[in-house]
């Protein structure tokens, strides 16, 4: 078991280092010069600007050899420094991302529990069961294939501009500020309601699938069969496919994550709520080197963390696992 | 009993939060949208990128010595109570008796002298380049200032400055850093305005009535709304609903649909007819002069009778623009245009005429697709680009190219991204380009250093991207620059002398004029400026740097609806 979270770790290390190092190197690919930009906001005479470019390209540090950033780059997130802003300069960006953490984990956090658990609940029980495998499982096709922005904008355009039940954008409402009391706690659900619902619903179809499939599969199988003959209740029957079939719906968790983060970056931006994804989308549109950088950071971070723990959850669900890799069979 | 004590802390969080906690009433809170581009992240006057996205801190927090009414073009005496040129190299200002910070401390002339010398001090402050001509700023007293010069100064952005240099207050900003000074963030901003910095999110900023604001007493205006709420929405599709809803007041957002709203009554506007915008800039085609063939006059003259005006004002624009004046200036300064000179060497679109122009010049159709080929022979193809995203450009640019074409020169459309875009423009490696960046202003100066800034230089970050290289009119532009504001008549002399180059050489081609959008649903306030019905006249304007220029003065003249 060790051995076996030992190797897990070195990969998580690798790749953490591997895609981090990818993430700083692409946006300096895109043409174009942050500081220049920033710069020709600001009508000013020739001679000023000629003072403030040597000035800031000093002031983020891309007046050195590209190598050498690359060094300080690391150097700097060891030291929990993720840079200055050039977008929203002259704000931290570890400041910038904090704000906006809470948002993304509001609505990524229990759109992935709540689907999953839901969705292998709904695919279990819908397998065998004709009419419901006729009319519901359809649309849990439809939906699973239904890309995430899609979804966000059939949701907003119909609760949001259509039955007005929902607002299209936003955290929170124009009219207040944050602050603890009950009206602004159900403001936030209220925008948080639409961002959190197409989520799950994209990815509740898909795990419903799955789960109705692993089923079935499993209801053919041997040990299944032996069982049914020696007159176990159905009941019984179809508690241990269950448990058989989660397996790879784990598994499956574990291989979407990355996809669903994708996910909630369209979410956020459809909605134009206030997380990490819409951040992520205005600093690559406006080319900030150290926001980009310190977006992907935390989605790494993000995406290695949970796959981590689905890696430890399949050691406590699965034994085969636990023994395997003490070498007992 | 442990539960009762949850329920108590509870209760008292609660209560805590209820009370810190705010709501803005709908009765005085105006709502305006159109300004910000990013989310708020600094109220430091001196970082001036990033004004648009917190476009209160010069004009509601911070106040300049004057305002400036570009629809009189008249400077308003503010924190100033009068200034004067005593000689062609002293100006004196006379502060009014009774300024405030908002603190309560007094602001006198010290905080004056001391904002000016931040540009002395420090050379990444914007302004500093003003020292090459200003000699020494000093208080005489309390109310007294005076700006001395070494030589005669550059009166036209002198006079620029005195209306966008917001003064901060000596006594907080003396201790500070030059890092803190340059780059700061200066949250919490006390500044002498009529307005409070109160609180702001990822997409808003908030302002609250500073109800000790000097001018209450000294000019006797008072703002109408109590709270400002400034929104940034995502797309412009929503402001446009929100709008609509009543739930902004006032959007500075470029909404292509106005057109047709204004005229239903949905929604007021500045003018009753088209282009029923006011104009803030002109969009002006540059041309990359280095190049083969726009390095031709003749060539650039024939694409500038080629580009049909009208078709981009139509399908880019649905009539919320006007054609601009061929000298690129602005209505309110056409006192500057030579029309005489307009009227003999302006040109306007006439593709015949264009086709003529080519043919003289040897541009022929040598291979017969109807496209000119240069007279050496060689195929044209040329690209007229702007930034991605920016639909009401994009659609202007493809009638650009549309239209060229239809003359016969072999003109294609492309939308890189913006980076690379502005890339390709500072480092003069485009071929054609729109470009806006001379903002409404005083002086016809800013829009010709815009076109004929000088010297060239690797990197052109400021205007002049196409290089088209003019010792004379550089020197006619140093010229302008020079010229005391007194000097009508010689300000409009040296203009129709850069005119007459600009209109014989055709270095740029000025198209439109880019509207200072602005759209006003009355059910919570009324009384927003327009020009007809005894409507106030102001520029009802909430972008960075336009609070000085009407903006504020539009709060003043609303009304409660009920």
């Known amino acids: ?329 | 009993m442990r539960g009762k004590w949850w329920v108590v802390l509870g209760l008292l969080v609660l209560g805590v939060g209820v009370a810190l906690g705010q709501e803005f009433p709908r009765q005085e809170t105006l709502y305006i949208s159109g300004a910000a581009w990013g989310p708020p992240t600094d109220w430091n006057p001196f970082i001036t990128w990033s004004k648009a996205n917190t476009s209160g801190t010069v004009g509601l927090i911070y106040e300049p010595l004057f305002f400036y009414d570009p629809l009189k073009d008249t400077l308003i005496p503010w924190l100033a109570e009068y200034g004067q040129w005593k000689t062609d190299q002293l100006f004196e200002v006379k502060l009014r008796e009774g300024l405030t910070w908002q603190d309560g401390k007094p602001l006198t002339a010290a905080d004056v002298v001391f904002t000016f010398e931040l540009g002395k001090k420090y050379s990444t402050i914007y302004y500093s380049p003003m020292w090459d001509y200003l000699a020494s700023v000093v208080n005489v007293g309390d109310y007294y200032v005076e700006f001395s010069f070494k030589r005669k100064p550059l009166y036209q952005e002198f006079v620029n400055n005195l209306y966008n240099i917001a003064i901060v207050p000596k006594h907080i900003w003396e201790t500070r850093t030059e890092e803190e000074i340059t780059s700061g963030a200066n949250a919490n901003p006390i500044g002498s305005g009529s307005y409070k910095y109160f609180a702001h999110g990822p997409d808003r900023n908030v302002y609250i009535r500073n109800e000790e604001w000097w001018g209450i007493k000294l000019l006797g205006l008072k703002p109408a709304p109590k709270y400002i709420v400034e929104i940034r929405f995502a797309t412009n599709n929503l402001a446009l609903g929100a709008l609509l809803k009543g739930e902004i007041d006032l959007s500075n957002n470029f909404l292509p649909g106005i057109a047709t709203l204004a005229k239903l009554g949905y929604v007021k506007t500045y003018l009753p007819e088209p282009p029923y915008m006011l104009s803030a800039n002109t969009a002006v085609l540059f041309l990359n002069t280095t190049k083969k063939p726009l390095n031709d006059p003749a060539f650039r003259k024939a694409l500038a009778y080629a580009i049909n005006v009208d078709a981009i004002i139509e399908r880019a624009f649905a009539g919320l623009v006007a054609k601009a004046s061929p000298t690129a200036l602005l209505p309110h300064l056409a006192k500057y245009v030579d029309d005489e000179l307009v009227a003999q060497l302006g040109f306007t679109y006439d593709p015949a005429k264009a086709k003529a122009i080519l043919a003289v010049a040897g541009y022929k159709d040598i291979d017969g697709d109807g496209l000119v080929e240069a007279p050496d022979g060689s195929k044209i193809y040329l690209e007229v680009t702007c930034p991605f995203g920016w639909t009401d450009w994009m659609e202007a640019i493809r009638v650009i190219s549309e239209s060229a074409q239809a003359a016969g020169i072999n003109v294609v459309h492309r939308y890189p991204d913006y980076g690379a875009w502005n890339t390709a423009l500072v480092t003069g490696t485009f071929d054609m380009t729109l470009n806006n960046w001379a903002s409404l202003s005083n002086t016809p100066w800013t829009v010709y250093n815009l076109l004929f800034n000088h010297p060239i230089r690797d990197v052109m970050g400021s205007g002049n991207f196409g290089r088209y290289n003019n010792p004379e009119v550089f020197a006619l532009v140093d010229e302008l620059a020079a010229t005391p504001p007194w000097d009508a008549e010689g300000v409009k002399a040296v203009c129709a002398k850069i005119q007459e180059i600009l209109l014989t050489d055709l270095p740029m081609i000025p198209l439109w004029y880019n509207g200072l959008w602005a759209q006003y649903v009355e059910f919570t306030w009324t009384n927003f400026p327009g020009a007809y019905g005894g409507r106030p006249h102001w520029l009802p304007c909430t972008w960075a740097g336009y609070w000085q220029m009407g903006g504020f003065h539009t709060l003043c003249e609303l009304k409660p609806a009920q």
Request: charged letters at 15%; one cysteine or more; proline letters at 5%.
């Open chain 1, 1 to 329: 078991m060790q051995r076996y979270l030992a190797q897990k770790l070195t990969i998580y290390i690798l790749t953490f280092f591997l895609a981090v190092t990818i993430d700083w190197i692409i946006p300096r690919f895109m043409p174009g010069n942050p500081v220049q930009t920033m710069l020709s906001r600001a009508a000013l005479r020739a001679e000023a600007v000629e003072v403030m470019r040597g000035y800031y390209l000093r002031a983020f540090g891309l007046d050195v050899p590209v190598w050498q950033q690359y060094l300080n780059f690391w150097k700097a997130v060891f030291h929990g420094d993720l840079g200055v802003s050039v977008y929203l300069f002259p704000k931290p960006v570890i400041r910038v991302i904090a704000e906006a953490i809470p948002y993304t984990l509001a609505i990524l956090v229990p759109a992935i529990v709540l689907s999953w658990i839901a969705g292998n609940k709904f695919g279990a029980f819908a397998a065998r069961r004709r009419w419901l495998d006729n009319t519901v499982l359809p649309l849990g096709y439809f939906l699973t294939a239904t890309p995430y922005m899609w979804l966000g904008i059939l949701l907003a355009w119909g609760f949001g501009v259509g039955l007005g039940w929902f607002p299209i954008a936003g955290g929170y409402s124009f009219a207040m500020t944050p602050h603890l009391s009950w009206k602004f706690v159900l403001d936030l659900l209220w925008h948080w309601f639409l961002p959190f619902v197409s989520l799950f619903l994209v990815m509740f179809g898909g795990w419903a699938i799955g789960m109705r499939n692993m089923i079935i599969y499993e209801l053919e199988a041997d040990y299944v069969q032996y069982l049914e003959s020696l007159g176990a209740p159905r009941k019984l029957i179809r508690r241990y496919a269950f448990r058989n079939a989660v397996l790879p719906q784990i598994t499956g968790l574990a291989l979407q994550i990355g996809t669903i983060a994708a996910g909630a970056v369209v979410t956020e931006t459809v909605f134009s709520y206030p997380g990490i994804g819409k951040l992520l989308v205005e600093a690559i549109q406006n080319q900030d080197y150290f926001l980009i950088q310190g977006c992907f950071l935390f989605i790494i971070i993000g995406v290695l963390l949970a796959n981590l723990i689905v890696d430890i959850a399949y050691l406590i669900v699965d034994p085969r696992t636990r023994r395997g890799m003490v070498g007992e069979i």
